[in-house]
């Protein structure tokens, strides 16, 4: 295990802006002050060995950290992408790694595995490696979740969490996600370029964010938090949902399945997400985009319905 990298420039990491910060910025505030140990640190330079046949730059954690600490005291593994290194893209090294500490998870048997998505999906250049690696991730979150170590989720970074990412997103215990956090299979720009612009405008961001953003999603269940960006909220958000992972057992699988056959015979028509909004009794759709995080808090206790039983 190698020491933590923290930015000098960054006084109070708990204060700082989830979006903006780096991947490491973000365990820093997420994590009790020094407790972070890195595994196959930046001194290993496990990097990609495909991208200089693409002649693309590599990066020497090839966007992905993986280690151990502590959050409120309780021992966690943690795994945190790097957006701003290809989209945090998964290639055969991201990959491998996270899947490496997720088993390891399952003998060290902490009090959580967090996972701090930053994702546009799979790595192009890597394809089939990164394809692989979404499928064993998402089968040793399977194995965990049934070993009884929750796995959180936390979404608010800027690539989201798209692709192959929003569906080991969908296999975690509980998910956290901000304003700004998106959670989809297709992109925007994927759903253009097969559909149309007259379909999906992809660079309409309004749009964008009530189909796939934190609000849209925490309404209809896809979320289990809706927190403000910043480190100390997602912190916060983490330690409630530990707490609150539900089993994972055939009683709650089948009272998923239950529920996302009624939320598709109930939505399934809609066209956007504020006709979704309206059915589900919010008395002004158009509003909810620009409340605050109070507001849609006391919005959800109002409406009573955005909890389920699994993922």
Request: one cysteine or more; glycine letters at 12%; hydrophobic letters at 45%.
């Amino acid at each position: 295990m190698s020491e933590r990298i923290t930015d000098p420039k960054i006084t109070d990491p708990k204060a700082t802006s989830w979006y903006e910060a780096s991947a490491r910025a973000r365990l820093d505030g997420l994590l009790d002050s020094g407790t972070f140990r890195e595994f196959i640190g930046p001194e290993q330079r496990r990097m990609s060995p495909h991208l200089p046949l693409f002649d693309l730059p590599r990066a020497f954690d090839d966007g992905m950290i993986v280690g151990a600490g502590r959050i409120d005291g309780k021992p966690v593994l943690v795994a945190a992408q790097e957006g701003r290194f290809m989209g945090g893209a998964f290639g055969e090294v991201h990959g491998a790694k996270l899947v490496g500490l997720l088993r390891a998870a399952l003998v060290a048997r902490p009090a959580a595995v967090l996972i701090l998505f930053d994702t546009g999906g799979v790595r192009l250049q890597e394809a089939n490696a990164g394809e692989t690696a979404i499928a064993e991730v998402m089968r040793a979150i399977a194995q965990l979740r049934a070993a009884g170590v929750p796995v959180i989720g936390l979404i608010g970074g800027r690539a989201g969490a798209y692709g192959g990412g929003g569906l080991i997103a969908g296999t975690c215990s509980r998910l956290a996600i901000s304003e700004s956090g998106r959670i989809s299979v297709s992109g925007p720009e994927v759903i253009e370029t097969n559909k149309g612009a007259e379909e999906f405008d992809s660079r309409d961001r309004a749009l964008v964010w009530r189909t796939m953003g934190g609000k849209h999603r925490r309404l209809t269940g896809g979320g289990d938090a809706f927190v403000d960006d910043t480190v100390a909220a997602f912190r916060e958000a983490a330690l409630a949902l530990i707490g609150t992972a539900p089993a994972f057992d055939l009683a709650t699988m089948e009272a998923e399945q239950a529920r996302l056959e009624e939320r598709l015979a109930r939505f399934g028509e809609c066209r956007d997400g504020t006709e979704i909004w309206a059915r589900l009794g919010v008395n002004d759709p158009a509003a909810v985009p620009g409340m605050t995080t109070a507001e849609f808090d006391s919005l959800l206790a109002s409406l009573g319905e955005t909890h389920h039983d699994a993922r």
